[in-house]
């Protein structure tokens, strides 16, 4: 069946460095989603993308999708201890469901 | 904004009880979810509704039911609770489409002792 998939699973960096998580799906999509979830928390919604080689930017966060709409990355630049937490990617399945990626765990030295 | 409701953050039951967890949304949306999130395995889609009195079976739909009476209201229940249903619960809504992210709730953490 379609899959999601997401690399690294964990990801240790030290304060001021960047993070980049990658996105892989099985299929096409016609759209990804990008949430994050703080430590005790829920997940909370970034971002869509839509378009073949898309780029969005929220502050130091960077969204792509790629231009065969089969892969996606965030890359955060100068990771802070606020960008603790867990990033999903997501893309839509079957009867309009949404299939999440496992997630990246991201963790922050200071 | 959109919020979604769980009535329980903690919840601690005992094996072979029933368990209600509900969901409510204040946005007049059709789509509910309920996910169970695990170390490892990510957010695992149990049952969903598009609508009043609908339902649908997710991905691990076994030893789950589902209620939906009204359009804000989405319960999930557990017919006989085992440890291994010992889980985060999350509740999500969306609009229909699927161009429009989920919009989940704070999650109830369910122990089964």
């Known amino acids: 069946g379609q899959q999601v998939m997401q690399i690294p699973q964990y990801q240790h960096v030290q304060e001021g460095e960047d993070f980049t998580t990658y996105c892989n799906s099985s299929t096409t999509l016609s759209n990804i989603q990008w949430y994050k979830q703080r430590p005790g928390g829920h997940p909370v919604f970034l971002i869509q993308l839509v378009k073949s080689g898309e780029v969005k930017k929220q502050k130091r966060l960077t969204f792509q999708f790629g231009e065969a709409k089969k892969n996606s990355s965030l890359h955060i630049t100068a990771t802070q201890t606020t960008d603790v937490g867990t990033y999903f990617c997501?893309?839509?399945?079957?009867?309009?469901?949404?299939?999440f990626g496992k997630g990246t765990r991201l963790h922050i030295l200071p | 904004d959109v919020k979604v409701t769980q009535s329980s953050r903690y919840l601690v039951k005992r094996t072979g009880e029933k368990v209600f967890l509900e969901c409510v949304q204040d946005?007049?949306?059709?789509?509910m979810f309920w996910y169970r999130q695990d170390p490892g395995l990510g957010l695992r889609l149990i049952y969903f509704?598009?609508?009043?009195?609908?339902?649908e079976k997710g991905d691990i739909p076994e030893g789950y039911s589902v209620s939906r009476e009204k359009k804000e209201r989405f319960s999930l229940i557990l017919e006989s609770a085992s440890t291994n249903q010992t889980s985060m619960y999350l509740c999500a809504n969306r609009l229909w489409g699927p161009n429009y992210g989920y919009t989940f709730g704070s999650g109830t953490r369910l122990t089964v002792v």
């Open positions: 997501a893309g839509p399945g079957r009867d309009d469901k949404i299939i």
């Open positions: 509704s598009y609508d009043v009195k609908m339902k």
């Open positions: 946005m007049d949306h059709e789509n």
